[in-house]
């Protein structure tokens, strides 16, 4: 029944983020190869990748110029380390090039393999910062709830996941969690506007109750992502920044999912107008073609670390990993080249969000919302009192193997539809993404009679 690659997975695999029981009943599905943004699987089906695999494959699949580069780069210098007084190519024409798109005042950046060891950078940066500067009570980050920023123990903690809290013992100490700005969820009785303020706020009072001489930093996602592609009213980012220029508190900016082109700007701090003390970013770095994640430091906490900091005892053994970091330069290149992220802004975006707003007329659809190459929707059962269709939200579940089995990967957070497509796709493939995702809510509806 299961075929030869799903049985030696189902002995040997431990999979990430997933019921390893349930996958033993059924089998996974077995990806063989992938072309611009459709994957194939090992029956013959093509999907429509919606996901750009886990929000990363920015410039789509099968980009042989990313392959010959890794190539030419592991033939010539396939590993050397960064920690003792050595550099490499890769890794410095990479910072500079990252650097050169970043906001003007963050001109450093420390790699890392991944986007949970940016994080867990990002926090001993800051915790060393504040020592350095004399101020060794400032320990504690403010984040919220229901964000995400990684699964270490560290990016865990900072992510407000509770079903992600509950093993492990998390969140460590150090770490609070505020309100998060999910309208559709938590609005009830306010205009947005009024929400996103109310949402910002409880920023303010979280620094009141501690004290802003505890608080090291605020960490956020512009919009998050894998909390559902939760895109904030638009007073909550000035409120924020408003808030934050009364105390003496770090930003942190997670661009993990938001960098490199997706908002249709080079970081959303650009789309947002944020100053962020640090960014984590990893995924379209690279596009997803090789791992790799990093922190884009700005001067003020560059010059302490530095100035004054001496060794900063922190790295990993991939930290710029030549192979990576050529892939990661190359990705930023033809980005650049091929005008991806300007497309995003003036043409692809706005007819990907046109699209999408059609699907807020379908009966089993709460709301709509989206921007740059991301999108979500609600499934209700009922607009105005926004009922969910089934206990425990498990019409997502539904909606989403009928989607599979129609051919395009839309997935479930909870009862949230999302997407997040490679930012190469055309016209016809977004045309066929929401053919896809109308005929999949057709027969969600129609499996719960709801029609
Ligand atoms: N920050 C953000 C904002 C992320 O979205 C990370 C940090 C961690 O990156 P790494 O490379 O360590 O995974 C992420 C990762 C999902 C899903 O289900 C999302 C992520 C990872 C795994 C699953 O949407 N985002």
């Known amino acids: 029944m299961y075929s030869e690659l799903q049985q030696i997975d189902i002995d040997h695999h431990f999979t990430p983020f997933s019921d390893n029981k349930e996958l033993a009943d059924n089998g996974s599905r ?67 090039k990252i650097t050169s798109l970043a906001p003007a005042h963050m001109n450093k950046v420390f790699f890392t393999g991944s986007g949970s060891e940016a994080n867990d950078t990002v926090f001993r940066m800051v915790r060393r910062f504040w020592d350095l500067e004399g101020k060794p009570s400032k320990k504690t980050f403010i984040s919220r709830e229901n964000a995400y920023h990684g699964s270490t123990v560290v990016g865990a903690s900072l992510g407000g996941m ?60 512009p919009f998050q992502g894998a909390g559902g592609v939760i895109v904030p009213p638009t007073t909550y980012w ?26 249709g700007e080079w970081f959303a701090s650009q789309y947002y107008d944020l100053t962020p003390d640090l960014m984590p970013i990893a995924k379209g770095l690279s596009s997803g073609y090789l791992p790799i994640g990093g922190v884009i430091v700005g001067d003020r906490v560059a010059t302490t670390l530095i100035e004054k900091g001496g060794d900063f005892n922190h790295g990993f053994t991939y930290s710029g990993h030549p192979v990576a970091a050529s892939v990661a330069l190359k990705n930023i290149e033809l980005l650049e080249a091929e005008g991806v992220v300007e497309r995003v802004k003036n043409d692809i975006s706005p007819y990907l969000q046109k699209r999408w707003l059609e699907l807020a007329e379908h009966p089993i659809v709460g709301e709509t919302r989206g921007l740059g190459m991301v999108a979500g929707l609600e ?12 206990p425990e939200c498990k019409a997502g579940g539904v909606c989403r193997d009928y989607s599979m089995a129609n051919g395009l990967i839309m997935r479930p957070c909870g009862d949230t539809m999302i997407i997040s497509p490679p930012l190469v796709i ?26």
């Open 30 to 96: 077995v990806i063989t190869h992938a072309k611009g943004v459709y994957i194939y699987d090992e029956n013959g089906n093509k999907l429509l990748d919606a996901m750009a695999g886990l929000w990363c494959v920015n410039l789509g699949y099968g980009r042989q110029e990313l392959v010959d580069v890794a190539t030419a780069q592991m033939t010539e210098l396939p590993y050397y380390n960064l920690f003792f007084k050595t550099t490499h190519a890769p890794a410095a024409k990479l910072a500079e």
């Open 162 to 221: 509770g079903y992600m809290h509950e093993q492990g013992d998390l969140p460590i100490a150090g770490v609070e969690h505020i309100d998060q700005p999910y309208y559709f969820k938590e609005g009830d009785g306010l205009t947005p506007e009024a929400f996103g303020i109310k949402a910002a706020q409880s920023l303010e009072a979280k620094i009141l109750e501690l004290g802003e001489e505890n608080i090291a930093a605020f960490i956020a996602e």
């Open 238 to 263: 000035p409120e924020i920044k408003r808030i934050l220029a009364k105390y003496d508190i770090l930003l942190v900016v997670d661009e993990v999912i938001s960098g490199f082109g997706r908002t």
């Open 379 to 390: 499934l209700v059962k009922d607009k105005t009192t926004k009922e969910r269709i089934a």
């Open 426 to 451: 055309s016209h016809a493939e977004v045309d066929e993404l929401i053919e896809k995702a109308k005929k999949t809510l057709d027969q969600t509806a129609e499996f719960y009679n709801l029609l």
